[in-house]
T-cell receptor
Framework: SQTIHQWPATLVQPVGSPLSLECTVE??????LYWYRQAAGRGLQLLFY??????ISSEVPQNLSASRPQDRQFILSSKKLLLSDSGFYLC?????????FGNGTRLTVT | DAKTTQPTSMDCAEGRAANLPCNHS???????VYWYRQIHSQGPQYIIH???NNETNEMASLIITEDRKSSTLILPHATLRDTAVYYC?????????????FGQGTTLQVKP
């Protein structure tokens, strides 16, 4: 069966520090991968999606970037965090199946 | 993608059926109805999806009206663990299924 791993579960980072969140999927090949963000009390916003290695599409302009160095690995990064980057970050995957989410990373920028 | 309309919140007694409505009057012929739920501090969980026929799985039933302009998610015997935000989404399937647009959903409170 397929599983998705996201880490860390929680993270507190100072403004201006870098960020790296990692997501890996097991049990499937060439999945579509996604990064969503959920700000406090708000809905989910799609940030990036990838249909293959090295292929990244950005949905909204922002302070973040994404990379897909391997088929089942998706990384969300920032060079310098802003207070507005705080939120709940969710990785998800799909392979002609309904979207499946990881357990998320709660990021607090202080 | 078609827009959906859901009530902001609903209550349900434990053990009773929870019926969550969703309006999607502008749905296109090739768009499916998906339901997800999000328990506090967790990632959204896929529940069920359908095109025009009613669907049932181990979690819930999905009833879609004949004109497909609305649907109802039914949790047959709600438990306290079903307390969550429930999202109704319409999207072409299979397509790029990850580009789902999540609205505010319905907050379901199951009470003892």
């Amino acid at each position: 069966s397929q599983t998705i791993h996201q880490w860390p579960a929680t993270l507190v980072q100072p403004v201006g520090s870098p960020l790296s969140l990692e997501c890996t999927v097991e049990g499937t090949s060439n999945p579509n991968l996604y990064w969503y963000r959920q700000a406090a009390g708000r809905g989910l916003q799609l940030l990036f999606y990838s249909v293959g290695i090295g292929q990244i599409s950005s949905e909204v302009p922002q302070n973040l970037s994404a990379s897909r160095p391997q088929d089942r690995q998706f990384i969300l990064s920032s060079k310098k965090l802003l207070l507005s980057d705080s939120g709940f970050y969710l990785c998800a995957w799909a392979d002609n199946s309904p979207l499946h989410f990881g357990n998320g990373t709660r990021l607090t920028v202080t | 993608d078609a827009k959906t309309t859901q009530p902001t919140s609903m209550d349900c007694a434990e053990g009773r059926a929870a019926n969550l409505p969703c309006n999607h009057s502008t749905i296109s012929g090739n768009e499916y109805v998906y339901w997800y739920r999000q328990i506090h501090s967790q990632g959204p969980q896929y529940i069920i999806h359908g095109l025009k026929n009613n669907e049932t799985n181990e979690m819930a039933s999905l009833i879609i009206t004949e004109d497909r302009k609305s649907s109802t998610l039914i949790l047959p015997h709600a438990t306290l663990r079903d307390t969550a935000v429930y999202y109704c989404i319409v999207r072409v399937y299979p397509g790029n299924t990850g580009k789902l647009i999540f609205g505010q959903g319905t907050t379901l409170q199951v009470k003892p």
